[in-house]
């Protein structure tokens, strides 16, 4: 599917899952190596920026956060831009809410003919690539939030629980980080492109600054992030083993008072003659007695030693 936006001059076209037609067009209309084509097509890559005489090609891997039963996951969605002087292309297989968002941010400005800011394609470029960037913030904040709700389930007596869930967490981060950081050298390279090109006059370098500090602002907070889920993981490791101590304190205590028990119950249970207490008419009553008075003994010396409550 091909949407185009047009305004003062200036053409966006989107291609969402393009066939092979729409490819061959737009490769026709705006005279492009066969290569940037072949790229715009359905097939994955890796982040990456190829610079050619009127245009530049820069494919950017996003990570987006979703749904997954009951959990979440991030999933790497693909976007292909090829930005020209006055023209800017951008291709994906998928869905992408922010890119969707800003188009009709895009038409009704265009509508009101308002965004006089945007000079030419590298200026849209550089918008849609900052929207983008707020969805991206807008997960890790959404992720940040899981790690407070789970920081007060783990204070809550939720430990065992929370193991899960910061694995779950912890799988987010990673795969955020790996996809996130393939970014740096998009923009590094793009970086010195733009102080030497004039293809988007010179101010345009200041523009790619921006999004190489926002790039970096990202990958700051996913650490931050990964800090805090550490810490988490840490306090919810000694809750849960302080949490299996106690309940292997318990049952070791337990079975300490029921050992000697057991051995008074099998001596005067052991077949024999004359077992004393056995054939009395209060035996079975002295018997317990004694167990009793041996159990009391044993709580009362855990007590002195503070080993139970």
């Given at each position: 599917m091909t949407t185009t936006h047009t305004h003062r001059g200036l053409v966006w076209i989107d291609l969402q899952s393009p066939n092979e037609k729409e490819i061959a067009d737009i490769v026709r209309r705006y005279g492009l190596n066969p290569l940037v084509g072949e790229e715009l097509k359905d097939s994955p890559s890796s982040a990456k920026v190829n610079?050619?005489?009127?245009?530049?090609?820069?494919?950017?891997?996003?990570?987006?956060?979703?749904?997954?039963?009951?959990?979440?996951?991030?999933?790497?969605?693909?976007?292909?831009?090829?930005?020209?002087?006055?023209?800017?292309?951008t291709s994906r297989t998928e869905t992408i809410e922010q890119l969707e968002y800003f188009a009709k941010i895009f038409d009704a400005n265009a509508a009101l003919d308002k965004d006089s800011a945007i000079e030419h394609?590298?200026?849209?470029?550089?918008?849609?690539?900052?929207?983008?960037?707020?969805?991206?913030?807008?997960?890790?904040?959404?992720?940040?939030?899981s790690l407070r709700m789970a920081e007060s389930h783990i204070f809550n007596g939720d430990e065992k629980k929370?193991?899960?869930?910061?694995?779950?967490?912890?799988?987010?981060?990673?795969?955020?980080?790996?996809?996130?950081?393939?970014?740096?050298?998009?923009?590094?390279?793009?970086?010195?492109?733009?102080?030497?090109?004039?293809?988007?006059?010179?101010?345009?370098?200041?523009?790619?600054?921006?999004?190489?500090?926002?790039?970096?602002?990202?990958?700051?907070?996913?650490?931050?992030?990964?800090?805090?889920?550490?810490d988490l993981r840490e306090t919810n490791d000694a809750l849960l083993n302080t949490k299996q101590?106690?309940?292997?304190?318990?049952?070791?205590?337990?079975?300490?008072?029921?050992?000697?028990?057991?051995?008074?119950?099998?001596?005067?249970?052991?077949?024999?003659?004359?077992?004393?207490?056995?054939?009395?008419?209060?035996?079975?009553?002295i018997i317990d007695g004694i167990m009793l008075v041996v159990a009391i003994g044993i709580v009362v010396y855990f007590k002195k030693k503070d080993w139970i409550k």
């Open positions: 610079f050619y005489k009127d245009y530049i090609l820069v494919v950017l891997t996003l990570p987006v956060r979703v749904h997954s039963g009951d959990a979440y996951e991030i999933v790497d969605r693909e976007v292909d831009f090829v930005i020209g002087k006055n023209f800017l292309i394609a590298g200026h849209l470029f550089y918008y849609i690539v900052q929207r983008i960037y707020n969805g991206m913030f807008q997960d890790l904040e959404n992720i940040k939030d929370m193991v899960e869930i910061l694995s779950f967490l912890s799988r987010e981060l990673i795969d955020f980080k790996q996809t996130a950081h393939s970014h740096h050298d998009v923009w590094s390279e793009l970086t010195t492109f733009t102080e030497k090109s004039a293809l988007f006059g010179n101010e345009f370098s200041s523009y790619v600054h921006t999004i190489k500090d926002e790039s970096n602002h990202i990958n700051e907070t996913i650490v931050n992030s990964r800090e805090l889920l550490a101590n106690e309940i292997i304190k318990v049952l070791t205590l337990v079975s300490f008072i029921f050992y000697p028990l057991t051995f008074i119950a099998s001596v005067f249970t052991t077949p024999g003659i004359d077992v004393p207490l056995t054939q009395s008419k209060y035996g079975w009553w």
